[in-house]
């Protein structure tokens, strides 16, 4: 199994990822993460699993009214896995000026 990282669907930024190499860390790591309920108190019912991408993160925070929507803040951040946990810590988080640098 290469690397692949694991996410609850009803879960926000990296509350309950996991990344996992084996299958037994897979396993071990659903059982783990599906047994506790989101920082909102939703019992998760399933997980995404894909594989590991390097490179930055783009997040997007939107606002919407009446079906329209526009963009309020951009930001990009660059994160690494701690050794020897299940987390991850950003090494650098940056809000984007002009929303046409993401691409």
Same mark, same amino acid.
Request: aromatic content about 6%.
């Given at each position: 199994?290469?690397?692949?990282? !694991? ?8 509350? +309950? ?7 037994r860390?897979?396993? #071990?790591? %659903?059982?783990?993460? !599906? ?5 909102? +108190?939703v019992?998760?019912?399933? !997980? ?6 390097? /490179? ?5 925070n %939107? ?10 803040? #951009?930001?990009v ?6 050794? /020897?946990?299940? +987390?991850?810590?950003y ?11 993401? +691409?």
């Amino acid at each position: 199994l290469a690397a692949v990282v !694991m996410k609850p669907r009803a879960s926000a930024g990296s509350e +309950g990822v996991r990344r996992v190499c084996s299958q037994r860390q897979l396993d #071990a790591a %659903f059982e783990e993460v !599906m047994k506790t309920p989101t920082l909102f +108190g939703v019992d998760k019912d399933s !997980m995404v699993v894909q594989e590991e991408l390097i /490179g930055p993160q783009y997040v997007l925070n %939107f606002v919407t009214l009446n079906g329209h929507h526009v963009v309020s803040d #951009a930001w990009v951040a660059e994160k690494e896995w701690v050794p /020897g946990t299940n +987390g991850v810590v950003y090494t650098r988080q940056q809000l984007v000026l002009d929303t046409r640098e993401i +691409g």
